[in-house]
Every structure is written in C-alpha cells, then in structure tokens.
C-alpha cells in the first residue's frame, strides 16, 4: 500500500509509541509526505516534546528515524498539481493543498488522515487510523 501522511498522522507517530508508529515503521507499506508540511512539524515541536516527555536530542533521534520510513517529496514534484490541489481544497483547508497535490502526482492508494476536514474532499481516498488498522490486523 502507497500512502500520503498528512502532518497529524506524523505528529500522533512522534508523541507516543502507539500502533500508528508501529504501522509507520513495521508495516512495510510505502509512505509520503510533502516536504513543505515539515513547517507544521517544525511550528509543533516544543507542543510534540512536552506531550512526549522527550528533550530534543530523544526528539531528532525519533524524527530521523521515523523518517526513514517516510519519503519527502519536494514540492517541485508536484507543482503542476498544485492548481487542481486548491480548487479541491480551498474552501475546506487551504493548508491541505500540497497533500492532495502530491496525491495527484504520484501513484498511491490515499491520504492516512484523520482530520475531519480531508473527509470533505471527494477526489482523493482518505484512510483512518482506524481503517489502517483494521486492514493490518485482516491480514495478520
């Protein structure tokens, strides 16, 4: 399974040692995340490492390493997607633009979100924590 990670997947993954985290490392499933949505990461991380109880070198050790499960794509990979990203999104969340844009661009089974605001939008397949995990654990 190809899926895009929107930022409140990531941020769930960085806080606590939960079965998003599991799926994210052990799943063997393929994973994007637009490069630009690393500002949402970076504006979050003082919030990220007090819920997480963790100082900042426990923080970067966990970043990178949940990173290379996780492809960034640059936003230039997407860029001619952009356009039809806003259309979808602009009324709903324009912060959500570059997810569905690399969605568009790129091969992949849907977005891994449970922002209600993804739900809104009928272009692209939006997955739950739950329904991920609900797919593992029917294969298991």
């Known amino acids: 399974m190809i899926l895009i990670l929107d930022s409140n997947v990531v941020i769930s993954a960085l806080i606590r040692d939960s079965q998003t985290r599991q799926i994210i490392f052990y799943s063997g499933y393929t994973f994007y995340h637009p490069r630009i949505a690393l500002r949402n990461l970076e504006k979050y991380k003082e919030e990220i490492m007090k819920k997480a109880g963790m100082n900042e070198e426990e923080y970067e050790k966990l970043f990178r390493t949940l990173f290379e499960n996780i492809a960034l794509v640059d936003t230039e990979n997407f860029i001619d997607k952009l356009e039809e990203g806003k259309e979808i999104m602009a009324s709903i969340d324009i912060e959500d633009v570059p997810f569905i844009a ?18 809104q939008q009928k272009k692209i397949k939006i997955w739950k924590t739950e329904e991920i995990i609900k797919m593992i654990e029917k294969f298991d």
């Open 102 to 119: 690399l969605a568009l661009s790129i091969g992949n089974d849907g977005i891994w979100s449970d922002d209600k605001h993804f739900q």
